[in-house]
């Protein structure tokens, strides 16, 4: 009974959209009551509050907030005006409060800030003064309007005064909602697994949650994987990391999944679907060989195959400085200890089967799998790339053979390394006695080769180095040319002190371009120092690129499954630089580490522990309220057609047999609130809670019909 | 063969006035390539955009301007063969076509010549036309060659004006946008049958531009030096150019250089469109390679 | 620099434009929010309505808005791949081309009618948006249907 | 400005006050080299790429890197009074690596053109100037390379103002517009009387 009724209602208020009824109505100049008489009960006697912020002097400062009040008190079904200095502090939110109650509002609007950022505090406002928090809408005249009309008075206090009609006449049709109440997937994702990836999902599974952790590389650990050392302790990348590691391997809540990808995600916070491509790597584990009925079989890490395998390839974790077989781990400490065959590179020899022989663990016509997991929230960790820094031409990287980047400068000091961490050059394999570091290496550039950001772990890693070269190879020279050393963490710039008290000697140039002598293979390195004002041209056995960081490869991507967005330069979008930095605008998806920007690892390591602790919260309260903007269908003016069921991108919407006749259904859960079906339903029978037709009509009308004339 | 592409050839004033060997090469040259040069009567100084650059830029632009509308009158592309004039024509050509405020300043002043811009021409390097495979390119040099220049070893000057700035030049071939380590004018260089030969320094300055060549020779000189220092190390046969005013900076200024530095190199120096001449079989005297600062003979013994 | 300039004022009696402009919730509403939060200064002249996303646009939304006496009306929303679901923006182009011819037959200058695609990492872009279509109505004049609405 | 501080001459110059002052800084002279150089020298930060690839740096006190300096804090006057502004050859170099994208040389160029409204300038430019204004060329044609030009078989004169000399007032009516050939005259007669 009741659903009709509202259905009625719903019907009334279609029919005060329509064209007609409104211009007809508008000579009595106020959209809101146009259809006085016809109208229901709860929008008859629409009486709103209207509460202006000044923001200190945020938006006072730019507007006339006393004529912006005279004016709303004439807007047609406003109940009550008022103004604050800070609407959103606990005594504003008691103005608002009160006034529900004095004057027995049905509606409030508080012109201020942005919904975005304050819509949360004064729905709960006026729910606290006993209305329905979707009674509530929000004029914003700050981010819109007194932030960016600064030297016009004039115009932004008629701006605010038209924002605010505006909202007074959404408000006075706005209806009580109840948020749906979703119960939340006991189990989280992280997608990447180097440092950042690995510390969210240690965090997430010692918080007793059951977490999937994604890696596209057949082991866990990323770049930092790839370092020597880390700034400013000096402690071991690889020792630091490797227990990490194996905790990640041990955890009995980390379902590791390792040369894998994300191929699609489905549903929302709480409830999502996801689908996961494990790529054929050739190599059965101990399990899928049990599952075969193989007894004892699977890979067990003996490497018999790589001593067989005749195929050579480069070591990319070596960047290439370094062979491999076709069948390959990465390096000694991987995790899984699990081989892997490079499909592109495999001969199919069959030699690696031989020699593995009872164990059976080489399968070579094994084919990706499809993987289907439900989780109810999920951690992007897909971390950084190395910019391609030959294309900042003048230093010459892939065409003189000692400029080298900072991350072979890594792998050629490990004693892990290709060369046993014996600092040679490239060219003839001898070490060399006065080496230059160019920083900000296609950082800061805005030349659109380069990029416009700084790299921000750069300053750091470089001064490292210089350190790295003088404690191994005493009377090594190393030169630093630096714009700025960003030395800005804790320990940093004591640390820039050390290396400078040590004999690193810091050039306060750009070098320009980088020549090789035919011969010598050494490096002319042409700078200006500008602190002595005199240019210099310097001859060096090795350079190293402190090469720009950028966004890897697979971001694009994977952010589009995830419906996260990304800044000008492909870094990943936090929901709030300041105040939500761990998360996005899809609720229940979160970032760590690098790939939201350049971090170092402290900063990863943090960032990854607050994207966990964001992401355990819907988990631990066990439901998340969807806010109510479902699309729900106006039976009686459906015709069946079915339009909308194609245009759906959830497949919310279905078409069902009702009385005979042909409607379509909502499935709430489903819906996420776009309103495309309601945006192109032929018979407007679409009815899209708090974004209604009357609603957005009323808005438009109020603005180009209200108003002074 | 007839001619397939056919251009308005601008001058300049160094290649006519002072090598008119390398006018008399390239139109030549040219001509068994497919191209026709025709003359741009009443061409002037492009102007020269060091000093006028230096004096006022809206005469610059004027008076380049004057040159363009002579081609828009004839309905022709440009083709030149000097390095300074391609920054003139071809840069003025550009900023008048992308500034309106510069092209109304410009016709302003053309008015009162009975002349009007009207952007309806593209200007090109004949360097750029050698290079690009759809109007040349090395291998249809390759086959005009009738007299290869075997075992000269030669190398490149590439001067500055024709390929930087790098990020407001246009090219159908990319190749000539490298302006760190471009290797295009090698290719050409090898299409004639010579050795191309790398040396220190290949892309710096002769000095000569800007108004510096005028303004403190002993300056410009230096840099010229330093050059030709890097070119003996590389003992190279001779030295080619696309720019009669880099020419006229390593040739003639190596008489000078003797004078006030004291220092011998006799090192010749050729356009470009002289070498392929040479290479196609034009005499010396074709080319008037007598009125050269450096006598070219030694090269010359070598490849003919 | 640019964008942070004073707006240079209109002089007494000049045509003030009535724009409005409706916003996708997830880039458009927050890169004008960024470009607030920058300071980028531009002219006052467009209203906003936010929706969720440009596909719940109805073309009625954009008519009613004309008939009202707009003079000009603004949709804008997320890069096409970057829509928060998926491809509403998409589908509100196309719809936007079918508008755009209508306004033509019924002589209404379908310059008037913009559809733009700012990020929320846009902020200076937004600035230049709206300083842009603000300059187009203007050059424009007021709408031929507001005299036809007296 | 500098304050004099009324000593005998010698000790004036070896004690001369080397303070910047706010009021050496002009503001409009950094609008102005903008304006005229199409380019965004306040975006400098001084990295000193520019000078680094300058050919004539190794070789003289011109520092390309304090050019633009002096141009963001508009010192206008240490600017144009400089000798070394005109050793600039204009290869580009520092354009084509700039990594904000500035253009140097073009701000050189700007400032030789502020520098030449205020008369400095070197000869060698205007001889150019009144080269043109009466032959249409900056390097003329002469006699041996006419001889050479008719070996050739070529006219003796190629086909430009040279031949065909009605091209030439049209020339001088452009350059007097600018009334460049007056100004070259002038401060030439002033140098070399």
């Known amino acids: 009974m009741k659903e009709v009724l509202n259905m009625a209602e719903r019907k009334t208020k279609k029919e005060i959209s329509s064209t007609k009824g409104t211009t007809t109505a508008v000579k009595k100049q106020a959209p809101a009551k146009l259809a006085i008489g016809e109208q229901p009960a709860a929008q008859k006697e629409a009486r709103i509050g209207v509460f202006i912020c000044h923001c200190g002097t945020n938006i006072a400062g730019s507007m006339d907030i006393n004529a912006v009040q005279e004016y709303a008190k004439t807007i047609p079904n406003v109940g009550y005006v008022d103004n604050y200095k800070y609407m959103c502090s606990m005594p504003g939110q008691a103005v608002i409060n009160k006034a529900i109650h004095d004057n027995k509002l049905t509606g409030v609007v508080v012109a201020a800030c942005s919904p975005r950022l304050h819509e949360p505090t004064f729905r709960t406002a006026t729910k606290e003064g006993g209305l329905n928090p979707f009674r509530f809408e929000m004029a914003n005249i700050r981010e819109q309007n007194s932030w960016v009309h600064m030297h016009d008075q004039e115009g932004s206090t008629e701006k605010a005064k038209d924002a605010i009609r505006i909202a007074v006449a959404k408000a006075s049709l706005l209806e009580d909602l109840f948020p749906k109440s979703v119960p939340v997937e006991k189990a989280a994702m992280v997608v990447g697994a180097g440092i950042a990836g690995m510390q969210a999902a240690l965090d997430l599974a010692n918080a007793g949650i059951k977490t999937y952790l994604i890696e596209k590389t057949p082991t866990i650990g990323g770049r930092m994987s790839q370092l020597d050392k880390t700034f400013p302790t000096l402690d071991c990348s690889q020792c630091i990391l490797t227990p990490k590691m194996v905790d990640v391997g041990r955890s009995p809540n980390i379902e590791l999944m390792t040369y894998s990808e994300v191929e699609s995600v489905e549903g929302y916070i709480g409830n999502f679907d996801v689908t996961i491509r494990k790529k054929a790597r050739g190599v059965l584990t101990p399990a899928e060989a049990a599952a075969k009925g193989i007894v004892g079989g699977g890979c067990n890490g003996c490497g018999d195959c790589e001593t067989a395998c005749p195929v050579i390839q480069p070591n990319t974790f070596e960047e290439g400085m370094k062979p491999r077989k076709a069948i390959y781990i990465q390096h000694p400490q991987v995790v899984p200890l699990l081989y892997t065959i490079d499909k592109e590179a495999c001969i199919k020899c069959e030699i690696c089967v031989k020699v593995c022989g009872e164990k059976k663990a080489i399968d070579l016509n094994q084919e990706d799998e499809f993987v289907k997991v439900k989780v109810g929230t999920a951690i992007m960790a897909v971390g950084y790339d190395i910019f391609p820094i030959e294309n900042k031409t003048e230093w010459g990287y892939k065409r003189y053979e000692n400029v080298i980047t900072s991350l072979e400068f890594e792998r050629l000091i490990c004693a892990s390394g290709p060369t046993g961490g014996h600092m040679v050059r490239p060219s003839d394999g001898v070490a060399p006695k006065k080496v230059a570091f160019l920083l900000c290496a296609g950082s800061r550039d805005n030349t659109g080769i380069g990029k416009p950001y700084c790299s921000r772990f750069c300053c750091m890693y470089s001064l490292k180095h210089a350190h790295q070269l003088i404690e191994k190879m005493p009377g090594v020279q190393p030169y630093i040319f630096y714009m700025d050393i960003r030395s800005f963490g804790k320990m940093y710039e004591e640390f820039y002190y050390r290396i400078q008290d040590e004999g690193a000697k810091f050039i306060r140039g750009r070098v320009s371009n980088i020549l090789e002598d035919p011969v010598s293979k050494n490096l002319m390195v042409f700078a200006d120092d500008t602190l002595l004002d005199r240019p210099m041209k310097l001859e060096v056995d090795l350079v190293v690129l402190a090469a720009a960081v950028q966004p890897s490869a697979d971001t694009n991507r994977t952010r589009k499954l995830f419906g996260v967005s990304c800044s000008m330069d492909g870094w990943l979008l936090e929901a709030h630089p300041k105040l939500n930095p761990c998360g996005t605008t899809t609720a229940g998806v979160f970032l760590a580490g690098a790939c939201q920007g350049p971090k170092d690892i402290p900063d990863v390591v943090a960032s990854a522990e607050g994207a966990a602790s964001a992401a355990s919260i819907p988990i631990h309260v066990g439901h998340v309220e969807l806010e109510p903007y479902f699309a729900q269908c106006i039976e009686e003016k459906c015709a069946g057609c079915g339009m909308c069921v194609n245009l759906c991108p959830y497949t919310a919407l279905a078409l069902i047999e009702k009385d005979g006749r042909k409607v379509m259904q909502v499935t709430e859960a489903k819906c996420k609130g776009c309103g495309t079906c309601g945006g192109f339903c032929p018979g407007g029978a679409i009815w899209m809670n708090h974004f209604a037709t009357p609603q957005i009509i009323a808005q438009i009308d109020a603005f180009l019909l209200g108003g002074e004339h | ?304 | 620099m640019a964008g942070h300039e004073a707006i240079p004022k209109r002089e007494e009696g000049a045509f003030k434009p009535k724009i409005i402009g409706i916003l996708c919730n997830w880039c458009s509403y927050a890169g004008a929010d960024l470009a607030g939060g920058g300071r980028i200064q531009y002219p006052p002249d467009v209203r906003v309505v936010r929706v969720m996303c440009t596909g719940r646009i109805d073309p009625l939304f954009i008519m009613k808005a004309f008939t009202d006496g707009a003079d000009g009306v603004l949709i804008s929303g997320c890069h096409f791949g970057d829509c928060h679901y998926l491809e509403g923006n998409f589908k509100a182009a196309k719809r936007l081309f079918l508008v755009k011819n209508l306004l033509k037959n019924i002589g209404l200058e379908d310059k008037r009618l913009r559809m733009t695609f700012v990020s929320a990492s846009e902020g200076a872009k937004w600035g230049k948006v709206i300083t842009d279509v603000v300059k187009t109505v203007e050059d424009l004049g007021p709408s031929p249907l507001t005299e036809l609405m007296k | 400005m500098a304050k004099t501080k009324g000593y005998p001459e010698a000790l004036e110059t070896k004690l001369r006050d080397r303070y910047m002052y706010g009021d050496d800084s002009h503001p409009e002279f950094t609008d102005s080299v903008e304006k005229i150089s199409m380019s965004i020298p306040h975006m400098c930060y001084q990295c000193g790429t520019c000078t680094a690839s300058c050919p004539s740096a190794p070789r003289s006190s011109y520092r390309i890197r304090k050019f633009v300096r002096r141009v963001v804090l508009g010192l206008e006057n240490e600017a144009l009074t400089d000798p070394d502004l005109w050793l600039c050859t204009t290869c580009y170099s520092c354009t084509d690596r700039c990594p904000r994208d500035i253009a140097p040389t073009d701000v050189i160029m700007a400032m030789r053109n502020l520098a030449f409204k205020r008369d400095i300038i070197p000869v060698n430019f205007l001889k150019t100037v009144q080269a043109i204004y009466t032959t249409g060329h900056g390097v003329p044609n002469n006699d041996v390379n006419r001889a050479a030009r008719v070996k050739l078989g070529m006219d003796a004169d190629p086909p430009t103002t040279h031949t065909y000399k009605e091209f030439i007032p049209g020339i001088q009516k452009i350059l007097d517009y600018y009334k460049l050939k007056a100004n070259a005259d002038r401060i030439v007669k002033e140098r070399e009387g």
């Open chain 2, 1 to 304: 063969m007839e001619a397939k592409h056919k251009y308005a050839f601008y001058l300049g004033c160094i290649a006519p006035n002072r090598y008119p060997g390398s006018e008399a090469a390239a139109i030549k040259t040219s001509r068994k390539l497919g191209i026709e040069l025709v003359p741009l009567k009443g061409a002037s100084c492009c102007p020269a955009p060091g000093a006028f650059g230096s004096i006022d830029l809206n005469v610059w632009y004027a008076m380049a301007a004057r040159n363009l509308v002579l081609a828009e009158q004839m309905k022709m592309d440009i083709a030149l063969l000097c390095n300074g004039c391609y920054k003139s024509i071809w840069e003025v050509n550009h900023k008048l076509k992308h500034h309106d405020e510069l092209r109304d300043g410009v016709n302003e002043v053309l008015k009162t010549i009975d002349m009007e811009y009207k952007g309806s021409i593209n200007v090109y390097h004949l360097a750029e036309l050698m290079y690009d495979d759809k109007i040349v390119g090395p291998a249809k040099i390759r086959d005009s060659v009738t007299n290869p220049l075997t075992g000269a070893r030669i190398a490149v000057h590439y001067g500055c004006h024709l390929i930087k700035p790098r990020k407001d030049r246009e090219f159908e071939k990319t190749e000539i946008l490298n302006t760190e380590n471009p290797t295009w004018m090698e290719e050409l260089v090898a299409a004639l049958g010579a050795t191309p030969v790398e040396y220190r320094q290949k892309m710096m300055c002769c000095g000569a531009g800007g108004g510096v060549r005028g303004y403190d020779i002993v300056h410009a000189l230096d840099i010229a030096n330093e050059k030709l220092i890097n070119l003996k190390e590389a003992n190279v046969d001779a030295l080619t150019d696309i720019c009669p005013f880099c020419q006229l900076q390593f040739d003639r200024g190596q008489i000078e250089i003797k004078e006030k530095f004291g220092v011998e190199y006799n090192l010749p120096v050729l356009h470009f469109c002289e070498l392929l001449g040479l290479a196609q079989g034009m005499s010396p005297q074709d080319l008037a390679l007598d009125l050269h600062g450096i006598s070219c003979e030694p090269f010359l013994q070598k490849v003919l």
